[in-house]
């Protein structure tokens, strides 16, 4: 995983129009792909993007974006992001690490909620 994948992974969080998110997901993650955080533990792309959506209901006025750290070897990348308004502190934080198959598509993600407001 790369800066440019770290890019289009946090845009696809914060893309608000649903056709555009669900080619975004189909295209970012693997078709059995999976995301895990303490809110949420879903398989597939269609729960995937349904867990983007639901987030970005519960907070319609935030957006992510990226935190300070972001590592990667393999097909592994750690990196931390925030949620918030877009000119204020974040008041959700957060760390995923990102597992990637052989064709550079998102086969996991565990996330991590580092601040919770």
Do not use: C, S
């Not at 995301?35 to 959506?53: F, S």
């Not at 990196?79 to 990637?100: H, K, M, N, Q, R």
Request: aromatic letters at 10%; charged letters at 30%; a negative charge.
């Amino acid at each position: 995983m790369n800066a440019e994948l770290l890019d289009r992974y946090l845009a696809t969080w914060n893309e608000r129009d649903a056709d555009k998110r669900r080619a975004m997901v189909d295209d970012l993650f693997a078709p059995e792909g999976t995301y895990t955080d303490p809110l949420a533990d879903v398989r597939g792309r269609e729960a995937i993007d349904a867990t983007i959506a639901a987030v970005q209901a519960q907070f319609p006025d935030f957006a992510f974006r990226a935190g300070e750290v972001f590592d990667a070897h393999h097909h592994i990348a750690r990196f931390t992001w925030e949620l918030g308004p877009a000119d204020a502190e974040a008041p959700i934080i957060g760390f995923d690490v990102a597992v990637l198959d052989d064709n550079a598509q998102i086969r996991q993600v565990h996330g991590f909620l580092d601040k919770v407001a």
